[in-house]
């Protein structure tokens, strides 16, 4: 079973919409978050990290955690064309660890 | 922009050959990644580095092995390649004392493998 799951697999959202998604950890020593982007063809790309209760606004993207759950999301206000991409959660022991687990991703589909 | 440069970026493989794919960062960082990707399973981490000279087992590391001879070049190797390793492949570069930075990481346009 993988430590980091994200739901939903897939996510197809009208453009200017709020897309939202979700990881839970199932491992307790995993508290530290990342969201990353990928494109199709390209490599994975780091969006936002979060390391505290509550939310982390950048822009129009949103993360909130949940260290008591081990919950955290993302949120896409005016979802744009340009955000169609694989969405991967990450999380580590440690901010500073070197060791850092990726869930199965979330693919967001933005339709015009 | 940090830069981390993967070779090949397209490999066609025997069963049973060796395969060695290429990873060169121009960041500085410490750590250097290696990870596959496959559809339903994510990103899954092979084999880690904190620096020249160290390898550290990731969660898939049966069938490959990893080596870091320099701070810039953290390379992944398949001494018998099988059709299950057909994939792929990123690595990636990450400080983990980098500040604001702490532990994010880049990673590299991926290497896709064939294993026939």
């Known amino acids: 079973q993988q430590k980091v799951q994200q739901s939903p697999e897939s996510l197809s959202v009208p453009e200017g919409g709020m897309a939202s998604l979700n990881c839970t950890s199932s491992?307790?020593?995993?508290?530290y978050f990342w969201w990353y982007r990928q494109h199709s063809g390209e490599g994975p790309k780091a969006l936002m990290s979060i390391f505290s209760d509550g939310d982390k606004k950048e822009g129009r993207f949103t993360a909130h955690l949940n260290k008591a759950s081990l919950h955290v999301s993302l949120h896409i206000r005016d979802s744009q064309p340009s955000d169609s991409a694989l969405y991967f959660c990450a999380a580590s022991v440690g901010y500073n660890q070197g060791k850092l687990i990726f869930g199965q991703g979330t693919k967001l589909s933005i339709k015009p | 922009e940090a830069a981390v440069t993967q070779s090949p970026r397209n490999k066609v493989a025997v069963t049973g050959g060796k395969v060695t794919l290429s990873c060169n960062q121009t960041n500085n960082h410490n750590n250097m990644y290696w990870y596959r990707q496959d559809t339903g399973h994510g990103l899954r981490l092979i084999h880690y580095s904190y620096g020249a000279g160290s390898t550290e087992k990731g969660d898939i590391p049966d069938g490959y092995k990893a080596s870091r001879p320099s701070q810039e070049n953290f390379s992944l190797i398949l001494e018998l390649a099988t059709p299950s390793q057909t994939s792929v492949y990123f690595c990636?570069?990450?400080?983990?004392?980098?500040?604001?930075?702490?532990?994010?990481?880049?990673f590299g346009a991926g290497t896709r493998l064939s294993v026939l």
């Open positions: 990636a570069s990450g400080d983990a004392f980098g500040g604001v930075s702490q532990n994010t990481l880049y």
């Open positions: 491992d307790r020593n995993f508290q």
